[in-house]
């Protein structure tokens, strides 16, 4: 039986109470291959034939085709109509509030899109010759700079594009600095709680990640380290802060012990937003630093990217950052490659230059108090989140939060709601969930980033929206077991679709149904 209650939130709105009205798709979203008619085509005010000539001529005869069977025939304007409505049904920050723990969903302030786009930096060609660059040359140069003294470390590359292959260029780096002792180790200690690109870049890197274990309290131990510790590592891979959201108080003697037996300190920046102004990697003993732009320094994110992962080291280790590096000489900045201790090219060019640009734009527009207000602000608004809803939501840890907090909660086995189910509710009330299920370490995990970008309005809402829920589940879990009930696309089979997905339109509605 289905019977009709109204969301709280959303007035006016009716909704089915049951799984019974769950459609793959409502009614009046229609696919592009169904707005088809016969003949129909947007205007090419060039000639059609000379048109398809060029095309030819650009990809070669052999990548154009005549015809597409069941291709779309549509005007222009449902064209453009069709696309716009699909992005219309995206989730994204700019849109809504986007809580996505250990991502840093925050603002991009549109003032870097603009200085990005100034016509001599985004005119300017990657092979313009070093003399009549010079404007390009001094940005990259400063900021460089600036991330050295953001971070505490020596030197830096801007060269990684994104920050996973600033890991990898970070552990090659390793890797060749004890070479060049005559040292080969084939181990890196990896916390419980690591990111997945750590292990990931550990592998690529021919290393094998050994997982040290957090305590209870959510943090590494240095009797831990202690105990995994010979002569076979190399280094230990952390985050700080962890992915549990909270600071390890442990780090600078553990960094001693890692130096003791000539082992390096790698510390995955990824969850720097909660350290700018405040403390220092270098400060704390790591001789790498991998930073991620577009996390901390609010560079686009995502599909609006590209990355970039600019790596930091201590001085020891900077004859081995990949090339090219820049330099001065006779007054001209310019690129040199003769560095033959160096890991090498990572990538064409050097970086993602315009994500360069918006990074500086936004370290000059802040200045130093600027950025440690991020910070600030940024840890304030986690610790409000989970404090307002810690009834509700428990802490994964007792320690305090910094940037982000990792909360968990009893439904699953109280009423069987899992944590996907509170995941896909949140989106009928206008909010991306944050991460879910995520350190693996904790059962059901909800890990929520506010970010210093959203006020205390938008938070209160996301917190009355989550403990709504919460009775939601208590008292009517049908409601929330089978969100959501307000978007294009209601609650989709996400095993059989990664198992069997449909890549190609079938002409019979029997078969679109299915």
């Not at 222009?76 to 696309?83: D, G, I, N, S, T």
């Not at 320690?399 to 009928?428: F, G, I």
């Not at 959501?484 to 149904?513: C, F, M, T, Y």
Request: hydrophobic share 40%; net charge negative; proline share 7%.
């Amino acid at each position: 039986m289905t019977t009709t209650d109204k969301i709280a939130g959303d007035p006016g709105i009716d909704m089915p109470a049951t799984a019974n009205d769950n459609q793959a798709r409502p009614s009046g979203v229609r696919l592009i291959f169904e707005e088809t008619s016969p003949g129909r085509m947007g205007a090419d005010l060039a000639d059609s034939d000379e048109s398809e000539r060029r095309a030819c001529e650009l990809l070669g005869q052999e990548h154009c085709r005549a015809d597409i069977e069941d291709f779309p025939e549509l005007s222009e304007p449902q064209v453009l109509r069709h696309f716009l409505r699909l992005s219309q049904m995206n989730f994204g920050q700019a849109l809504q509030f986007y809580p996505l723990g250990s991502c840093t969903m925050k603002y991009n302030p549109p003032i870097n899109d603009e200085l990005a786009n100034l016509s001599g930096f985004a005119a300017l060609h990657p092979l313009t010759p070093a003399p009549l660059a010079q404007g390009a040359f001094e940005l990259m140069v400063r900021l460089e700079r600036a991330l050295a003294e953001i971070t505490g470390m020596d030197a830096v590359s801007l060269q990684p594009a994104a920050g996973a292959q600033g890991e990898l260029a970070g552990l090659l780096i390793v890797r060749a600095a004890h070479r060049k002792q005559n040292r080969i180790c084939h181990k890196v200690l990896i916390p419980d709680t690591a990111h997945g690109t750590n292990p990931a870049s550990c592998t690529l890197a021919g290393y094998r990640a050994v997982v040290a274990k957090s305590n209870r309290r959510g943090y590494l131990s240095a009797s831990e380290i202690r105990q995994r510790l010979d002569d076979d590592v190399a280094a230990l891979m952390v985050t700080n802060p962890n992915t549990l959201g909270i600071f390890e108080p442990e780090i600078e003697e553990i960094a001693y012990l890692l130096h003791q037996r000539g082992a390096m300190l790698y510390l995955d920046g990824a969850n720097m937003n909660a350290l700018l102004g405040i403390a220092k990697p270098g400060d704390m003993g790591a001789d790498i630093v991998q930073l991620n732009l577009h996390k901390t320094f609010s560079t686009p994110h995502g599909g609006g990217g590209p990355g970039a992962g600019p790596l930091a080291v201590k001085q020891h280790l900077e004859p081995f950052l990949p090339v090219p590096r820049i330099c001065q000489e006779g007054g001209i900045w310019r690129f040199t490659y003769d560095r033959p201790d160096s890991i090498g090219r990572l990538r064409s060019f050097y970086g993602n230059f315009g994500m360069l640009v918006r990074a500086y734009a936004y370290i000059l527009a802040l200045g130093s108090d600027g950025l440690e207000s991020v910070s600030r602000n940024a840890i304030l608004s986690a610790n409000y989140v989970r404090k307002r809803l810690e009834d509700r939501f428990p802490s994964a840890s007792p320690e305090p939060s910094m940037h982000e907090c990792v909360l968990t909660h009893d439904l699953e086995t109280r009423v069987q709601v899992s944590t996907l189910d509170l995941a896909k509710r949140l989106l009928d009330f206008g909010m991306h969930p944050p991460t879910i299920y995520f350190p693996l370490v904790v059962h059901g995990a909800l890990m929520i980033e506010p970010t210093e970008t959203e006020s205390r309005e938008t938070l209160d809402y996301f917190i009355d929206v989550m403990r709504q829920i919460y009775e939601e589940a208590v008292n009517r879990p049908e409601i929330v077991k089978t969100a959501p009930h307000q978007l294009p696309l209601g609650r989709v089979d996400e095993v059989r679709a990664a198992r069997h997905p449909i890549l190609r339109w079938k002409k019979s509605s029997a078969e679109l149904d299915h």
